[in-house]
Nanobody
């Protein structure tokens, strides 16, 4: 089976930085797109940033210039460096990954359990 485990959330003051990490493990042949999403109560989950296996990135307009997504393909990890944090960045952050299974090369999207990021003003 496949698991995504996130770490790095917490409480930070506005203007501060946090780094989120997500590690995929299990029966993985390879990983396609990876991404970070966030969700606040009563709102839909929204894309924060994504990265292809080749390193092409995409960001939500609200985080461009402040957040940086990166991945380490051999380690099956994806990170999100968050700088100049604002109170409106407060949310539960989830990582996702398109996993190609080792057993049959089928593709499935997996999600982490979520990590809370709280930015105080």
């Amino acid at each position: 089976q496949v698991q995504l485990v996130e770490s790095g959330g917490g409480l930070v003051q506005a203007g501060g930085s946090l780094r989120l990490s997500c590690a995929a493990s299990g029966s993985i042949f390879s990983i396609g797109d990876m991404g970070w999403y966030r969700q606040t109560p009563g709102q839909q989950r929204e894309l924060v940033a994504s990265i292809t296996s080749g390193g092409r990135t995409n960001y939500a307009d609200s985080v461009k210039g402040r957040f940086t997504i990166s991945r380490d393909n051999p380690k099956n990890t994806v990170d999100l460096q968050m700088n100049s944090l604002k109170p409106e960045d407060t949310a539960v952050y989830y990582c996702s990954a398109d996993i190609i299974h080792y057993s049959d090369y089928s593709v499935m999207e997996y999600w982490g359990q979520g990590t809370q990021v709280t930015v105080s003003s």
